[in-house]
């Protein structure tokens, strides 16, 4: 077995199986590190807690809903503006985060009639929202309030407000991932089934495990829209609480990050029959894949081939500028969960970057399946990663940047090792054809940052170069190109906006989207009243 | 003309300004060399305070995590607090101290947290690391208790009375405990002892909190207190704790049990604070303040004279964070002939109602206050929007930052955290240089407010 012996894990020989080196010849179940075990304390390893993973990650991305936490308030404090789940109605689920506020005497003597209190006033503080989501933390799963009761209590007494129950405390689970696992069941247990939709198109979809992180959600709607397929509803970034409560209102469910959702997605097919279809939507190759997949499933090709062609035309050229200055660049691909096989094999074929090694905070070993499928051999891959080891790693392995998160960023930093951050990204959105070019962007100015180039001189020791003002990064970037790339009037660098969203924002208000009629199948212009705040009947 | 004290009436919170205990207590941690606390409760409670810490200082900080699972919420979690403690040592050979942090939830399940850590002290420390000096410290910060402040306040207290060693003779230092602050904060502090020739034993050494990308090597931000210097807090000639609420609990332990004479406060932000707290400082060391310093705080009175009567009078001002820092600003703020209109304290602390300087605002201000307890952040907004609250700027930390911008009101960014301006943590706010950078700050964002909403703007073309 390929196993990878950190140095400074030796003294922890459990942790030998949790990283291996894709050999060249090896079958990839020879390859494959432990996942989703317990974490050994004291490693100092990245991961974060179940109750994190069920609010932060899937549940406040739903952007009309009061989401309230149930414990001591750092639980709140700590999920509450450190994620860029953005939606396209002001930001409520990003500016206004709630806590019980659990003190020592609600830990005595029991925190329900104070937490019904708090649910009350929350209420009443945004009279404009009905929607609640409730969270469980650790101290009020281990005193054994019953919130559940609470919220049924509430919904009875104030009959135009509804109450989702999470019970994911921090402690259930090795990581986030046990958080995604309980509000995914959690969500089609109680809420699914509830609603009955507008449906507009003959195509109907639901679009899961998308989190609209900087608009990636907005990208893909764009897109589909312009199918004609309906969303039916997004889980859960920039979706509507109602829509969500509709999901067993789908022809199909299009998966985008199948480590947090594909749980909804299997019970969703077991319970009414619905396909579940995964997809990626990073890179080019897989976007358009993914665009040509859902149209092979309702028959309508030719309407994502219009996209394929117009999107390649619009911004192929860009990428390919990037693609020509990336080749060879070495990176460490090291996010939470899902990226490493979503990004790995595109940043290969679309980029020319070699992606020297991958890791998952919260995979599992399905993850692991995918990723390390979709790495070139030699690739170091390492399963809930600790401090040490990423040192370690990064030392021997000399990558030209991370892609990770804030923090362990800072880590790199001082090493040495520019970073990217791949959770909240730095100006994204990177999905879809042109966030794919954002995303070659932001790594093309990472690497080749002139000021970065000059972290590596002593100038206590070495010669100091004196005859610069300044370098420019095509300097750096062209340095070995061809003339007949230096020179193309073909390739260009990126020339979208700061931020994309709000022309397609704009373009959405312009009832420009067509829809083939449920009944007759003609296709007409929905209104974007009808899009965006359709009214969800309640069913029993 | 009146200055209120309440506490918030609502039993929840809409966007907390603290966060819970063991964040205090890990922020205490990460400034001691050699040590790196180990967090006894669910991942979380590690992940998102080393994250916010991130945010704030751009560098990464260690700390661990015991990784409480469902298994051990259920059985008890001291078999992790062992496996964690040994762990940490085998991989990391400098480290000496470990403070063992608990939370809400291993509290709530009642581990016993000191019983495990003799356990570990006659056995594993015993046998396996036998010729090495570790020390371990149960610091015990459920999260259903206090606020992030306590928490700093109950560890620094833990860490000084497990080290302090009463010794033959004084060290001839003072302890000078800062309180929650900025590295440019302890820069600044030492300056000022520094001028007086004074020699201190600063707890908590940070400065470093601002650590370089070097050409070679791996420069991992932490603290520089080290085990000598918690040891001789014990034989200082006196203390002085700046804050009341962050760090006077360990002034008072050293003057109780070592009779180390304690002073606490006041925050030394803004002229009149520093004056006292160099006033201290020469009372307890008998050395004289020099002339150079008189210069210095020339510099600020210049400094503030050119923005205090022009453009900050009569400012309407609301401030929320730490205690301490809000207080110290309050005061300074009333001093510029602002009016702070309205404090937001983030727990429910009990002494607030007896804090003189408190009290002093009741008995003493011209203009209508409310210092408001246990707030959230609805209780500001909640007044802007629908109580017709008229602000001019607000001071506080990021989290409040929607506030500000959702009501066009000029924020200027102090306290913890602050991720939405770079380098926050290189400005002070205690001594004349923090008094320079406030009263200058505050008169460039109001600068900036009057440009956008072009309320005046052209009164600077000559100023």
Request: hydrophobic share 40%; aromatic share 8%.
């Amino acid at each position: 077995m390929p196993y990878h012996q950190f140095k400074c894990s030796e003294c922890i020989p459990e942790r030998l199986h949790h990283a291996v080196d894709k050999g060249e010849t090896e079958d990839l179940t020879d390859a494959l590190p432990l996942g989703y075990l317990n974490t050994i304390p004291g490693t100092i390893s990245e991961r974060g807690c179940a109750y994190c993973g069920a609010k932060h990650v899937i549940g406040t991305p739903m952007k009309d809903v009061i989401h309230l936490s149930h414990g001591p308030v750092g639980c709140t404090y700590d999920t509450w503006q450190t994620k860029r789940y953005i939606s396209d109605d002001g930001n409520f689920q990003l500016k206004y985060t709630f806590a019980s506020d659990m003190k020592e005497a609600n830990v005595v003597f029991g925190a329900e009639k104070m937490l019904k209190k708090n649910i009350v006033e929350a209420f009443k503080a945004f009279p404009e929202i009905h929607n609640m989501a409730l969270y469980q933390t650790c101290a009020s799963a281990l005193i054994g309030d019953d919130i559940n009761a609470i919220a049924e209590e509430v919904m009875e007494e104030m009959p135009d407000k509804k109450v989702f129950v999470c019970n994911a405390p921090g402690f259930a689970g090795p990581s986030q991932s046990g958080g995604h696992h309980k509000i995914n069941i959690a969500w089609l247990n109680q809420m699914v089934g509830t609603g009955e939709p507008v449906i507009y198109s003959k195509y109907v979809i639901n679009y899961v495990g998308e989190y609209n992180i900087q608009g990636d959600q907005e990208i893909m709607k764009d897109y589909f829209h312009r199918m004609g397929i309906q969303i039916n509803a997004t889980f859960t970034g920039n979706g509507r609480f109602d829509d969500l409560r509709c999901l067993h209102k789908a022809q199909l469910n299009v998966l985008e990050c199948a480590r947090s959702s594909e749980y909804i997605c299997d019970e969703l097919r077991t319970r009414y029959g619905i396909p579940r279809m995964d997809i990626d939507g990073f890179g080019f190759e897989a976007t358009a894949d993914s665009l040509m997949k859902v149209a092979h499933f309702f028959g309508i090709e030719d309407k994502a081939q219009e996209i394929i062609d117009a999107e390649y035309a619009r911004w192929k050229p860009e990428l390919d500028w990037y693609a020509a200055r990336l080749k060879g660049v070495k990176m460490c691909l090291w996010p939470g969960g899902s990226k490493l096989w979503h990004w790995a094999h595109m940043l290969k074929s679309e980029m020319g970057i070699n992606v020297v090694s991958v890791y998952t905070k919260f995979g599992h070993q399905g993850d692991m399946e995918k990723g390390v499928s979709r790495c070139e051999p030699g690739t170091l891959a390492i399963d809930d990663p600790n401090e040490l080891e990423s040192v370690e790693a990064m030392y021997e392995l000399k990558p030209d940047l991370i892609m990770t998160g804030k923090r362990p960023g800072e880590v790199a930093k001082k090493i040495r090792v520019p970073y990217l951050n791949v959770h909240g990204y730095h100006n994204g959105p990177y999905k879809g054809f042109e966030g794919w070019v954002r995303l070659a962007r932001d790594i093309y100015n990472c690497v080749y940052s002139p000021a970065h180039q000059l972290v590596n001189l002593d100038i206590s020791k070495d010669e100091i170069p004196t005859d610069k003002g300044f370098v420019t990064r095509e300097s750096l970037s062209d340095a070995n190109l061809s003339d007949e790339i230096k020179n193309s009037t073909e390739l260009r660098e990126y020339t979208g906006a700061y931020d994309p969203i709000p022309a397609l924002r704009k373009k959405a208000e312009s009832n420009v989207y067509t829809f083939p009629d449920p009944e007759t199948g003609e296709w007409r212009v929905v209104p974007v009243e009808t899009l965006r705040n359709s009214k969800i009947v309640d069913v029993e | 003309m009146s200055c209120e004290l309440k506490a918030k009436d609502r039993t929840g919170v809409i966007n907390p300004i603290f966060t819970c205990q063991p964040a205090g207590a890990q922020f205490v941690s990460i400034g001691v060399k050699d040590c790196i606390a180990l967090v006894h409760g669910g991942q979380g409670c590690v992940m998102f305070v080393r994250l916010t810490m991130s945010q704030h200082f751009k560098e990464s900080f260690e700390l661990a995590s015991s990784s409480v699972h469902e298994d051990a919420a259920v059985f008890g979690a001291l078999n992790r607090v062992e496996q964690g403690v040994d762990v940490l040592l085998m991989r990391y050979p400098d480290l000496k101290i470990i403070p063992i942090i608990t939370t809400c939830s291993t509290e709530v399940i009642g581990d016993d947290v000191d019983g495990v850590v003799i356990k570990l002290e006659e056995g594993l420390l015993k046998t396996k690391y036998a010729d090495r000096e570790v020390h371990l410290i149960p610091i015990h910060t459920p999260s259903f208790v206090g606020s992030m402040i306590s928490g700093y306040d109950i560890a620094v207290k833990d860490f000084v009375e497990h080290f302090a060693k009463k010794a033959d003779k004084t060290n001839g230092k003072i302890n000078l405990l800062t309180g929650w602050v900025n590295p440019a904060d302890v820069t600044e502090l030492k300056s000022l002892i520094g001028e007086m020739k004074v020699d201190a034993t600063v707890l908590f050494e940070i400065e470093t909190f601002d650590s370089p990308i070097m050409p070679d090597g791996n420069h991992v931000s932490h603290g520089e207190t080290t085990i000598e210097d918690l040891e001789s807090t014990a034989n200082a000639i006196g203390t002085i704790a700046l804050n009341r609420y962050e760090g006077a609990k360990a002034a008072q332990f050293l003057e109780n049990e070592f009779d180390v004479p304690a002073i606490i406060g006041p925050t030394p932000i803004g002229i009149r604070n520093t004056d006292t707290f160099l006033a201290n400082v020469k009372k307890m060391t008998g050395k004289a303040i020099p002339e150079s310093l008189v210069r210095k705080r020339g510099i600020a009175l210049d400094a503030i004279a050119d923005v205090s009567h022009m453009f900050l009078a009569g400012k309407k001002v609301a401030i929320y964070g730490n205690p301490d820092l809000v207080i110290g600003l309050a005061e300074y703020c009333i001093d510029l002939e602002m009016e702070p209109v309205l404090l937001l304290l983030g727990d429910d602390n009990a002494k607030y109602g007896n804090d003189p300087r408190i009290k002093a605002l009741k008995e003493g201000v011209g203009f209508n206050m409310e210092v408001v307890t246990n707030a959230d952040f609805w209780e500001l907004e909640n007044r802007i929007k629908n109580e017709g609250l008229e602000l001019d700027l607000i001071l506080g930390h990021s989290k409040g930052r929607y506030v500000a911008i959702d009501n066009n009101i000029p924020m200027v960014r102090l306290g913890y955290p602050v991720y939405d301006r770079a380098g926050g943590f290189r400005h002070p706010v205690v001594g004349y240089a923090g008094a320079i950078w406030l009263a200058e700050e505050m008169a460039n964002a109001i600068f900036t407010d009057m440009e956008y909403k072009h309320n005046k703007e052209w009164v600077l073309n000559v100023w």
